[in-house]
């Protein structure tokens, strides 16, 4: 059987910072300029202090966009010059490198986590299933191909200095999934970017995520319209817009 291949927070490229915790104050490595926002509906529910809840159909692809924004305090794409066209060849070290994954949202034990992976991966019906999956072609922007560097685990290139790259991103399983006991609550996930420039992955020049809850059978359009009830009844407003934007 194929061995479950999984990239942690302190494992491959992403080893130069500690795993995340709840809450934005607890990312360190967030850099002005990065934008990463998936283009799915948010919770209307989470309380005050607490970051964004996005809810998520099994299976279905949902955009992600990746832009860098130039602003004061980060005037230009720390991995080279700016304003270079597209039809131009890049240079190595002027495109980014992105690693997008799927990660448990609280802190665990290497092993404790493998084990939840592996627990996973051996009730699927192939080997090959994956945890996070890109559409390849239908994403835009990416320069080379989509590398599929683990289960939970995709890696892209892309140039912050041209136009967003967007990739065409479904979540393969529940947070449920991880466990053989019935009733029990699920695992929360989040999507974890870490940015690093193109040829030196010797430290994260951005990281970013992103809390998540996915749903079967389309539930994810059903809880939100759930909560839109509950907010109508109770006097409050739902925030405009669904986009979700990791923090």
Known sequence: MQECRVVSELSGMTSGLLPLQLGAEANPARREGFSYVLDAP??????RGEDTLT????????????EFVPTLACPEWPGGGQGQGQGQAREEGE???SVIMLQFRER???QEALAHWEFWHARQHAPQMRLIDVDAKASTGVVGDVDEIAHNAVMVKWDPRAKPATLMVAIRCLSTDFSSQKGVKGIPLHIQVDTYRSGDDSAVTDRAFLQIKTF????????????EKRLIKSGRKRKEGKSALFI
């Open 42 to 47: 948010t919770s209307g529910m989470v309380r």
């Open 95 to 97: 495109l980014a490198t």
């Open 216 to 227: 079967c059978d389309k539930g994810a359009e059903r809880k939100a319209r759930e909560e």
């Open 55 to 66: 809810y998520l159909n099994k299976d279905q692809f949902y955009p992600l966009a990746m």
């Open 108 to 110: 665990k034990e290497p």
